[in-house]
């Protein structure tokens, strides 16, 4: 017993002794200096993130998030990330602080962050409150939609001291997103069933960034979980909406997740061979891919309007 709680004492006093030297010098850990302009931004969330000059020790909590970073050239900043973050190559070699069951504030911690990058529709919202109650620079990324994940890279260009390459990413997102609004604006609306899992079966609302990526694309995301951002729904449910095009989002090779809906041949999606698959990453991780998991989207869609039609 004296033994667990000496052990459970020192590892507190080296998390107090962390905490402490980030609170009173947090650019003194990465060896820089600070600025005296302050960056300062909006984050997805609506909170004000403000750093005292670029950051050079980042952490992410989210694999998206990983992508965000290396898609402004910031890559060699990053000090810590999450299992799963494997996009680019280069990310697999950044050092892993937590996993499917989330990371440890003393594990953030110890990477000595000067801004730590958080995802809040996955990591648990008492982390994050805890990282700003210590004053660390914490942005939120989860974008509601392709504008917003466009800000979010301009965002994070500056806090990373890559503004311009912010900006090129970030029209880059815009003028390939009116590319798909201007093609799909006045089309007919098809119900689009996103299969974000299957056991349970769970599905995305139009308020989640997969379903209003559904909505550019001239498709409804059904059934209508009103304004939930995902959510179980039943078998019924979804024979009830009559969807004319089911989206297997899940990413399971073991078994095939669509074969369920091969029992209701009557069911529109089925009865035009229209049960397809795509890329989780390319849609579930709202990062830099994002806008190319979009083009997909929306040829598929239309590719089941057209065969709808017929």
């Known amino acids: 017993m004296i033994v667990r709680l000496s052990r459970v004492a020192a590892l507190g006093c080296s998390l107090l002794a962390a905490l402490g030297a980030w609170a009173e010098n947090p650019r003194a850990l990465s060896g820089a200096s600070v600025s005296a302009q302050p960056i300062v931004v909006t984050d997805d969330s609506g909170h004000r993130v403000r750093v005292g000059q670029p950051a050079v020790r980042i952490v992410t909590l989210a694999p998206h998030a990983t992508e965000l970073v290396y898609a402004l050239g910031a890559g060699d900043a990053l000090v810590g990330t999450m299992e799963g973050s494997d996009y680019p190559q280069a990310a697999r070699a950044v050092p892993r602080i937590g996993g499917l069951n989330g990371a440890s504030l ?32 914490v942005f939120d990324s989860d974008p509601a939609s392709l504008a917003q994940m466009a800000e979010s890279l301009r965002a994070l260009g500056q806090l990373t001291g890559r503004a311009a390459a912010g900006e090129q990413a970030a029209r880059a997102v815009e003028q390939r997103a009116n590319e798909l609004r201007r093609t799909h604006r006045g089309l007919k609306p098809i119900p689009v069933f996103y299969q974000l899992w299957d056991q349970p079966l769970m599905t995305v609302g139009a308020k989640q ?102």
């Open 209 to 310: 960034i997969i379903g209003a990526l559904i909505g550019e694309c001239a498709g409804v995301a059904v059934p209508d979980i009103g304004a939930l951002k995902s959510a179980v729904v039943s078998r019924e449910a979804v024979l009830a909406s009559a969807p004319q095009l089911i989206i297997n989002g899940a990413g399971r090779a073991s078994t095939d997740p669509l074969s369920q809906w091969q029992r209701y041949p009557w069911l529109p999606a089925v009865r035009h061979g229209q049960l397809r698959s795509m890329d989780p990453d390319l849609l579930q991780r709202p990062g830099p891919r994002l806008i190319d998991g979009a083009v997909q989207l929306c040829a598929l869609i239309d590719q089941a309007r057209a065969e709808n039609e017929r």
């Open 106 to 137: 003393e594990a953030v911690v110890a990477r000595h962050p000067d801004l730590v990058i958080v995802w809040g529709g996955g990591n648990p919202p008492a982390l994050i409150d805890r990282l700003r109650i210590l004053g660390m620079p």
